[in-house]
């Protein structure tokens, strides 16, 4: 799967968002599955993790630990999280393990423009999320 | 099961106590072991497969030549009614009688071949499926336990010394500040820009009222018609 994350690389890598920011991306292949981290400049506390599979290209964003949900209002988030699911741009929410996050997922076939605007919109929508759940986290 | 159920039984059983592995080293062993299996029932179904199709063939070569006997048989026993030869004719028609059975009883044989065939042919097509399915899901299951080590890898990056992870809050905090002061630097390197190119002195002339506003359709068309009157 590794041609598959060194193409996303080659899409995403140095370039240019439509507010002028810059991406980056590097691929990390020292652990048993392959992995692309991929940075927008000014938001680097969420970096976009992308890996692949047979079928899809995976890109997620960790958005917080469920321990930074303020006293029970875990309820409420993750019914928020259902409820906006639908209306967030080619991006959704999940969980994995204690982790928050939102996720996109492409087919593997997925030309280099495509690719680009999803995480271009999945770095957006970290932001949007945050913004929206913000009164629940510590 | 569904592959959804397998991943839910996976992440009940093992999901909490360890703080989240998305499926654990057995959970995938398990699936490789599924695809092993489905592997060999397909290579058993294929062999099987050759052995009925060498037995359907040389069972319809047998029909043939059973027919053929017949064939020859029916022709033997006309010929020798039109002879009178009553003895030997009844003779041919209990031999008739014996091989029509044996007929049958072939014909029989070669249909339940027949439907082997179309039976292990569905089968292999299904654990080709099976098998292609399984591995799909190892796949997707090794991108995704990868997408969790990676969340847990930055978590740990970006909490610093403190084992306390960074808040998501105060993340949001300080990338909308970088962008307020991104925003502010573009506002005020627009501003020198304006007054370098003397267009700020002109918006204060135009706020003063010493000169007017741009042109605009409306005020060269007042124009015209003053000159068109003056003609």
């Given at each position: 799967m590794l041609e598959v994350l060194e193409r996303v690389h080659q899409a995403v890598n140095k370039q240019i968002t439509i507010d002028g920011t810059h991406l980056r991306s590097n691929i990390d292949v020292t652990s048993e599955t392959p992995m692309l981290t991929v940075i927008r400049e000014d938001r680097e506390e969420f970096p976009i993790l992308v890996t692949a599979s047979i079928d899809q290209i995976l890109c997620n964003a960790v958005l917080f630990?469920?321990?930074?949900?303020?006293?029970?209002r875990q309820i409420e988030i993750n019914e928020m999280m259902l409820q906006l699911n639908m209306a967030m741009p080619l991006s959704s929410f999940a969980k994995t393990g204690q982790y928050y996050s939102v996720f996109g997922a492409l087919a593997t076939e997925s030309i280099d423009k495509n690719i680009l605007l999803e995480i271009e919109m999945l770095s957006d929508n970290v932001i949007d999320a945050l913004e929206v759940m913000n009164p629940f986290l510590i | 099961m569904g592959f959804l159920t397998k991943v839910w039984t996976a992440l009940r059983g093992v999901g909490h106590e360890t703080e989240?592995?998305?499926?654990?080293a057995q959970g995938i062993r398990i699936l490789e072991q599924e695809i092993r299996d489905a592997k060999e029932a397909q290579i058993g179904a294929k062999e099987s497969l050759t052995d009925v199709m060498a037995e359907q063939l040389k069972m319809e070569r047998q029909v043939e030549l059973t027919r053929k006997n017949l064939a020859e048989y029916d022709q033997a026993i006309r010929k020798l009614l039109e002879q009178d030869n009553e003895a030997l004719a009844t003779e041919t028609a209990e031999k008739i009688a014996e091989v029509e059975v044996e007929l049958e009883t072939e014909e029989a044989v070669l249909n339940s071949y027949n439907e082997q065939i179309a039976d292990l042919k569905v089968t292999i097509l299904e654990s080709d499926k099976q098998v292609k399915a399984l591995e799909r899901e190892i796949s997707i299951v090794k991108s995704t336990e990868a997408a969790q080590k990676a969340a847990e890898l930055t978590a740990k990056r970006f909490s610093?010394?403190?084992?306390s992870l960074q808040s998501a809050s105060d993340s949001l905090q300080r990338i909308k500040e970088r962008q307020q002061k991104r925003k502010d630097k573009m506002l005020s390197a627009r501003q020198l820009l304006k007054e370098t190119s003397g267009a700020d002195l002109k918006d204060k002339l135009i706020s003063a009222g010493v000169i007017h506003s741009q042109a605009n359709g409306q005020s060269v068309l007042e124009r015209y018609k003053v000159a068109k009157d003056q003609a």
């Open positions: 630990d469920e321990k930074q949900i303020k006293e029970g | 989240g592995i998305f499926i654990d610093g010394s403190h084992s």
